[in-house]
């Protein structure tokens, strides 16, 4: 099934992936950022907290943004 | 926001401003397409300048054509890499009025209250109390310019304004280690941020701003945590940033432009504490530049000392040099004379016998 995919890590990622029925959102995360860890963002299914083992349906979306981004000084 | 209504019209504008802002990019490309046609034009009439030159046999003027096509040529080269740079980029949808109302309503879920200023055409969220490691920097408000969106990749359309600030001692102007002038520095969130404005995901742009908020970079702050209550001298404590501070390598503290000084033979900078004066010239020198006088023992540096002496003690050794000397001289002077004495003695001893 279809859902939209936001990932504002690095230059963004905004666009439709196919993903698996019964996939919930723990599972998800893992699939497409299996270096990082969830605590260290913000996931959102449908501009709302969700719990881990939310299930995904159709055409949700779902946004993973990073809580800690580093800054720096413009040379 | 008081209303849905609040929220539509706050929606609506930033639709008109995301829909200026694709319009911008179509109106770049219409004029490097103009300059790219004029450049043409510039060519079409050195080919009827070359064919006139050929057909009068002008040899000269034609070669000045070909030198001057060869340049359009170039610019023209480059004219079409400008046009193409602006129209290949993928066309971007604007999002429906619907999906940044719908952005906006989840903005309130998230950080609490957000405000939208309708004359002054600004949406505005406050985020918590901000702290790094032990600072607290209170909270900011993350002020969103909607005109300015349609200038987004020339300039910045939001600020950051600390509401209780605890500015950096060095600099009032920076209240967050990358915050300066209110402005934020992205770093890392500058594409995700301009993706999240362009396509409208407001909830994630305040997001991103407030995670650059609460991470600390110490590669690369305005003012670091270690100095934001500034450097203490360690003499006399006065409180300045690094630049107007002196390191002192022989005792390792940061001193101020008061407390340091350098020294007159490896120019070193160092503390005055540290410092050590000759006691012949009375200028100041770090121990490395110092010997002691072997005679006397004083301390002083390698212009005061000679033969390992200093000036003071070279300049009595060669007092008493010259004063041997002399009374050497006078020693031998009166044992001549007794030679002489006894020889007048001696002829006239001789003389007296010879006449006796």
């Known amino acids: 099934m279809r859902i939209m995919y936001v990932n504002n890590s690095g230059g963004g990622f905004a666009d439709y992936v196919n993903i698996n029925e019964g996939t919930n959102v723990e ?8 270096h990082s860890q969830p605590s260290d963002h913000l996931i959102r299914v449908n501009r709302q907290p969700v719990p881990r083992d939310y299930v995904l349906c159709e055409n949700d979306r779902v946004t993973i943004t990073p809580t800690k981004i580093d800054g720096a000084l413009s040379i | 926001m008081e209303n849905r209504k609040t929220i539509f019209k706050a929606a609506d504008r930033v639709l008109y401003a995301l829909s200026q802002l694709r319009r911008k990019r179509y ?7 103009r300059s790219f046609i004029e450049q043409n034009g510039e060519l079409g009439k050195e080919y009827r300048k070359l064919g006139l030159s050929l057909n009068r046999n002008w040899d000269s003027a034609a070669g000045s054509c070909c030198e001057r096509i060869c340049r359009l040529l170039n610019d023209i080269s480059y004219a079409t890499h400008n046009v193409k740079q602006v129209a290949e980029q993928p066309r971007k949808e604007i999002p ?11 903005l309130e879920d998230e950080f609490g209250n957000i405000k939208f200023d309708s004359n002054a055409n600004t949406i505005s969220v406050i985020t918590e109390p901000i702290s790094l490691d032990y600072i607290s920097f209170g909270p900011f408000e993350i002020r969103l310019h909607i005109d300015k969106l349609s200038e987004l990749y020339r300039d910045s359309p939001y600020y950051c304004i600390a509401l209780a600030p605890n500015p950096a001692a060095t600099d009032s102007g920076v209240t967050h280690p990358h915050v300066s002038g209110d402005k934020v520095c992205e770093g890392d969130g500058y594409d995700a ?7 409208g995901r407001l909830g994630d742009f305040f997001s991103l701003v407030r995670g650059i908020l609460n991470t600390y970079n110490p590669d690369s702050p305005y003012v670091s945590l270690e100095e934001w209550e500034g450097i203490a001298c360690y003499d006399c404590g006065y409180v300045s940033d690094r630049e107007n501070m002196y390191f002192c390598p022989f005792c390792d503290h940061d001193v101020c432009d008061e407390c340091s000084t350098y020294c007159r033979g490896c120019d070193e900078s160092l503390c005055r504490g540290c410092a050590v004066e000759c006691e012949i010239c009375e200028e100041p020198f770090c121990q490395g530049c110092l010997t002691s006088c072997d005679k006397c023992g004083c301390v002083c540096c390698s212009g005061c000392m000679e033969d390992r002496l200093c000036l003071n003690c070279k300049e009595e050794q060669e007092q008493e040099n010259k004063e041997n000397e002399n009374q050497q001289e006078n020693q031998k002077q009166p044992d001549n004379k007794g030679q002489i004495k006894g020889q007048i003695e001696t002829a006239q001893r001789e003389q007296i016998r010879l006449t006796g």
Do not use: C, H, N, T
């Open chain 1, 27 to 34: 599972q998800f995360f893992k699939e497409k950022m299996p």
């Open chain 2, 27 to 33: 109106l770049a490309a219409l004029e490097r397409l």
């Open chain 2, 96 to 106: 429906k009025l619907s999906v940044i109302a719908g952005e906006l309503g989840s």
């Open chain 2, 193 to 199: 941020i301009r993706a999240a404005l362009e396509q």
